[in-house]
């Protein structure tokens, strides 16, 4: 009890408090502008969870170029969070805004396409696999239409999804699985409906369970992430991605692979790496190179069902799609970032240098002998505060330390290191240098030293 993730409490509890002073120190004109600036918002913040960060008071951000981040108070920070992978690629990546400054003079909205959306559609083929695309601006919207397809071609309810999954904020996702039960997820916003009628979830690893959820016959479709990277990071088992899509075909469900994060992957994400099979791909956040795009994709049988479907339903709303959606803009950096960014090169690049960073935070965890361990998915590493390996949600959210992490997070920041909120993420782009990385393990190491020695 005197101890968490093998850490004792006073010595976090000092460093705590030490470094939330220290952040605040450094940062004099940050604390000036928010206070004369931020009472516009709601709470202080443009959007919610800039809230939960673990700083005193968020950072306030200058500008941002490849790996690195600088506040107002000029401090530079190497950038591991990008975003939470919207910049998984770098900030500001040259092609990118290149094609940005040529959109501007040509129109940012038109809701027609544009000769672009046509290469966009070749390049998404070419780099995903074989399928028919409609483009979103949020992974969360792509999400949610993604499912109301399913559910429209099939003419079944439910979707089944893995306890502590995140897909956005699509209120059909948000169940839980509670002493074998799915229950609304606690602590949701004015959520009155049962979403129990629409959902099912099932541990991830799982098959026994998802093939006797399945077995009731009314599961529409199976949403996943190919691993869970928003439950600390939890990887499949051998075998477990070829028995979802064995079931799904078998009890007449689709599967849904939601890619937004996986794609650090590798070249057309883990589906394309690892040879997974879905009926539905959804791809958020960089896609478009950090310009708000989100894609979502058919296969080509299904995409007939479901223009069929559509062909043949009673006028009026279908319930799809946003205005903005499908821009000229958004086409023209998903045409730079597929052509010239989310090359195999630079794919290359991160591996290298997220394998760097994997080997380094494990050396120095061995080091210390923390109860710890790291899990990388090609260009995203988290270290997590539990001994490995996490198998399912419910592991996950017995092995994440808010506490401890919260420290350790503006610890490493006070030290020029900024990686993901809420876990323990980090991104190598192609623009991380190997020096970043280095300065990252060595931050890491003297933070362990002072918990730990
Ligand atoms: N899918 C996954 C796997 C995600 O992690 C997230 C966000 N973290 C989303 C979808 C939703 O993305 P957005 O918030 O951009 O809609």
């Known amino acids: 009890a005197n101890r968490i993730a093998g850490v004792a409490r006073d010595r976090l509890e000092k460093l705590a408090a030490r470094e939330a002073k220290r952040f605040a120190a450094a940062r004099p004109r940050t604390r000036a502008a928010l206070a004369a600036g931020a009472g516009a918002f709601v709470d202080a913040v443009p959007m919610h969870w800039m809230k939960d960060w673990p700083m005193p008071f968020p950072m306030l951000v200058a500008g941002a170029e490849g790996a690195t981040i600088t506040d ?64 979103a601006t949020t992974a969360t919207d792509a999400n949610r239409f993604a499912l109301r397809v399913a559910r429209a071609v099939t003419g079944r309810p439910k979707v089944l999804v ?15 699985l509670v002493d074998g039960q799915t229950v609304n997820r606690p602590g949701l916003l004015g959520q009155f409906a049962d979403l129990t009628a629409g959902a099912v979830a099932v541990e991830f690893n799982d098959l026994a369970g998802v093939a006797a959820a399945l077995a009731q016959g009314d599961v529409a479709a199976i949403l996943t992430e190919p691993v ?22 078998q009890h007449g469900a689709l599967l849904i692979i939601d890619e937004t994060h996986t794609l650090s992957s590798g070249h057309g994400g883990y589906t394309k790496v690892h040879d997974l099979d879905p009926d539905i791909l959804v791809v958020g956040k960089c896609v478009a190179g950090g310009m708000p795009t989100a894609v979502w994709g ?47 090169d630079n794919h290359a690049r991160m591996e290298v240098g997220a394998s760097r960073l994997a080997a380094g935070l494990s050396r120095v965890i061995k080091a210390h002998r923390a109860p710890w361990h790291v899990v990388r998915v090609g260009a995203r590493v988290e270290f997590i ?69």
Not at 228 to 249: E, I, K
Request: with cysteine; charged share 15%.
């Open 72 to 135: 107002i108070d000029g401090i530079e920070i190497d950038d591991f969070c990008l975003g939470d992978t919207g910049s998984m690629f770098g900030h500001s990546p040259e092609p990118v805004a290149r094609a940005i400054r040529r959109q501007a003079r040509l129109g940012l909205t038109y809701m027609l396409p544009s000769p672009a959306a046509l290469e966009a559609g070749r390049l998404l083929t070419a780099t995903f696999g074989d399928f028919r695309w409609q483009v």
């Open 162 to 176: 893995f306890n502590g999954c995140y897909h956005g904020t699509v209120d059909d996702t948000m169940v839980a």
């Open 385 to 453: 505060c539990a001994p490995s390996p996490l198998r399912n949600g419910t592991e996950a959210a017995a092995a994440h330390q808010p506490q401890l992490e919260a420290a350790l997070h503006v610890a490493l920041l006070n030290r020029g290191c900024l990686i993901a909120p809420f876990h323990n993420m980090m991104l190598v782009s192609p623009a991380t240098r190997k020096r970043q990385i280095d300065r990252l393990v060595a931050a890491f190491d003297e933070v362990l030293t002072e918990l730990f020695a």
């Open 298 to 344: 058919l296969r080509p049988e299904l995409a007939d069902r479901y223009v069929a479907v559509n062909a043949n339903r009673a006028s009026g709303h279908s319930g799809m799609g946003t205005t903005l959606s499908a821009n000229p803009m958004q086409f023209a950096c998903l045409v730079a970032t597929l052509a010239e960014v989310m090359t195999q």
């Open 228 to 249: 869970m990277t928003n439950s600390c990071m939890v990887l499949p088992d051998a075998g477990f991605h070829a028995g979802l899509r064995r079931l799904a075909t």
